[in-house]
């Protein structure tokens, strides 16, 4: 027999009935029924019931054994009663009653209990998660994120794509995030990077002929954490392809996607139709650029029915240039109760208030309540009611001023009313794709010009768009939204020379500059490159999805803290004496 099992902790059923076995795993609970002791022995492959009694030799043995000692068992496979059978687990016809034992690991006092579905502070999670990754949910979570990777890769073999792999070590790259700069010992005071993504590298390897690329990416961006992403690194099916337009690449990940969403997704729907919104128009109805299309509620602006009204408030807003109104309906939302709420939220999320008027019964018929209908009057609100297609029993709520004053709050206020009100749709995946990204933003204070997204996306309309306003040329940039979330960024990459000089220097980044940062791609974009553009995937966030997770740590093996500390391997640590030496570097000392 092997040394350590004949059987995994799944494998059990009717059919060994009397066998003799061998069982290893970790004890995940002993319960004592009157002197029959009996344990839950759990492996990576699910749980066998088995027990001891004092005709078992090895009675006293057991007697001993506590919660998570890893154990194997000797044993006779028997049938349960049939009113003790359990239906729930695979080996739930059968127990195996215990003729040896031998511990493999005894285990301390536990700073989490494994059995049971009890709450723990994420640092203690964190500093012992070889402990918590034994608890069923989350590593189902990890088990899910292994066989999507999976998935995702056959999938991209069988559409067509060939796997490459890209240096993990690199020169600094701007993605829209900080390096993790990693010093040079053989080259004192010059540093390599740890990429934020292949970008580069994969569009070099389209240059040198191969074609449609995909692999499953680290990528490291020295980043302040949030639920949905990690502080330092984390996972991409990265994609590029030559000779494509947007609709190309549309029409290669969307099979893939959806086909990864419907085999792991639970059941749950994945829409059919996937469709293409600017992003003006994502930012004027949902207030994002990654909306959730679940939620039915679409903002629309009503400025013409306040101005030179009798709410003063929005009246001399719209005699600024550059302001609006715009209203987020709310069907079902029509109490002062609610609508006081919302107010509230807004005021909670930093703005001064959210104007409101809800439609309720009169006693001639339908009526306009709040204080924004009493200031503007029954003409214009039975407008603004007609405009948005409301009725008796809903609500809406008004923001104003320049539309980046109040968008993103706005946007929020949507989730929030749509969730209250029971409006988004449950048990769904529902993607969109936005498209016509702004290629370059001006910072408020200086006014200076620089990119909003991919530095490397070709601008709708080539060499001839970058000769008027900058703020104007949109890029063959896209996003795919799911759920609220941004699961997909890429773009048709501008692989002209000319076109990328120009770019850049609307950026403020003149030729030398260019040469110094991107002197490989540069260089390689003098002999013959193709037409190419490609996307990646946050693996992460997509598994996050898949398993109805808010938190992006739920998904992760092994995952940094809010703080991007390995509280269980102890990094980042201080260098020692010798390895600065060695590196020719000195740490400066903390400021007081």
């Known amino acids: 027999m092997h040394a350590f099992r004949s059987h995994t902790c799944a494998d059990l059923n009717a059919s060994h009935v009397g066998d003799t076995v061998r069982l290893s795993g970790w004890v995940h609970r002993v319960r004592d029924h009157g002197g029959v002791l009996f344990i839950d022995l759990r492996d990576h492959y699910g749980v066998t019931q088995v027990l001891a009694d004092p005709d078992s030799p ?7 054994v506590r919660s998570e000692w890893c154990i194997r068992i000797d044993g006779t496979v028997k049938a349960r009663d049939p009113e003790l059978v359990n239906p ?5 016809e059968v127990e195996v009653f215990i003729r040896d034992l031998e511990v493999l690991g005894r285990a301390e006092e536990l700073p989490l209990m494994v059995f049971g579905d009890q709450d723990y502070p994420e640092e203690t999670r964190l500093r012992y998660r070889f402990l918590d990754l034994r608890r069923e949910g989350l590593h189902e979570n990890i088990m899910l994120r292994s066989r ?9 073999w069988d559409s067509g794509f060939t796997e490459f792999q890209t240096p993990v070590i690199t020169a600094s790259s701007p993605e829209g995030a900080r390096d993790f700069l990693v010093p040079s010992r053989l080259h004192p005071g010059k540093f390599y990077a740890l990429p934020q993504a292949p970008q580069q590298f994969k569009q070099l390897i389209m240059v040198a002929g191969f074609d449609r690329y995909f692999q499953i990416a680290p990528c490291f961006r020295d980043e302040d954490p949030r639920a949905d992403r990690s502080p330092t ?4 099916l990265d994609v590029e392809m030559s000779f494509v337009t947007q609709d190309d690449v549309f029409a290669a990940m969307e099979p893939v996607l959806k086909g990864a969403f419907e085999t792991f997704g639970g059941g749950r729907k994945v829409d059919d139709v996937w469709p293409r919104i600017p992003y003006a128009e994502a930012m004027l109805k949902y207030g994002t650029d990654k909306p959730d299309l679940r939620n039915p509620i679409e903002m629309q602006v009503v400025s013409e029915h306040f101005r030179g009204s009798g709410f003063a408030i929005f009246a001399k807003l719209l005699e600024q240039e550059g302001t609006e109104i715009r209203a987020i309906p709310a069907p079902g939302g029509g109490s002062r109760k609610f609508c006081d709420r919302m107010n509230a939220y807004a005021q909670k999320e930093g703005l001064p208030g959210m104007g409101y008027i809800f439609w309720r019964e009169g006693d001639d018929g339908m009526e306009a309540a709040g204080p924004l209908a009493k200031n503007i009057g029954p003409e214009r609100t039975e407008a603004i009611r007609q405009q948005l297609g409301l009725d008796v029993g809903d609500a809406a709520f008004f923001l104003g001023g320049k539309p980046a004053s109040f968008e993103a709050v706005a946007g929020r206020a949507r989730t929030v009313i749509g969730e209250d009100l029971n409006l988004t749709e449950k048990d769904r995946f529902a993607f969109a794709w936005i498209v016509d990204f702004p290629m370059y933003e001006a910072d408020e204070e200086t006014g200076k010009i620089d990119f909003s997204h991919n530095p490397f996306s070709m601008p709708q309309g080539g060499l001839d768009a970058l000769d008027g306003n900058p703020l104007d040329v949109l890029g063959f940039q896209y996003d795919l939204a799911c759920n609220g979330y941004e699961l997909v960024s890429g773009a048709i990459r501008n692989h002209k020379l000319d ?13 030398e500059e260019v040469e110094k940062r991107f002197g490989g791609m540069v260089n390689a974009f003098k002999y013959g490159a193709p037409p190419h553009g490609g996307c990646a995937l946050g693996i992460d966030r997509m598994v996050m999805l898949l398993a109805d997770e808010v938190n992006i740590r739920e998904v992760i093996m092994f995952p940094m803290n809010q703080r991007a500390e ?3 391997m102890g990094a980042p640590s201080e260098p020692t004496a010798e390895q600065l030496m060695e590196l020719g570097l000195r740490v400066l000392p903390k400021e007081e």
Do not use: W
Request: proline share 5%; glycine share 10%; hydrophobic share 40%.
């Open 566 to 568: 390995d509280l269980m």
């Open 233 to 236: 690194d984390f996972y991409q």
């Open 499 to 511: 076109v990328m000089y120009k770019a850049f220097g609307l950026a403020g980044y003149g030729p």
């Open 58 to 64: 090895v009675f006293s043995e057991v007697e001993k």
């Open 88 to 92: 729930k687990i695979p080996t739930g």
């Open 148 to 156: 999507v990777i999976r998935d995702l890769r056959d999938r991209m």
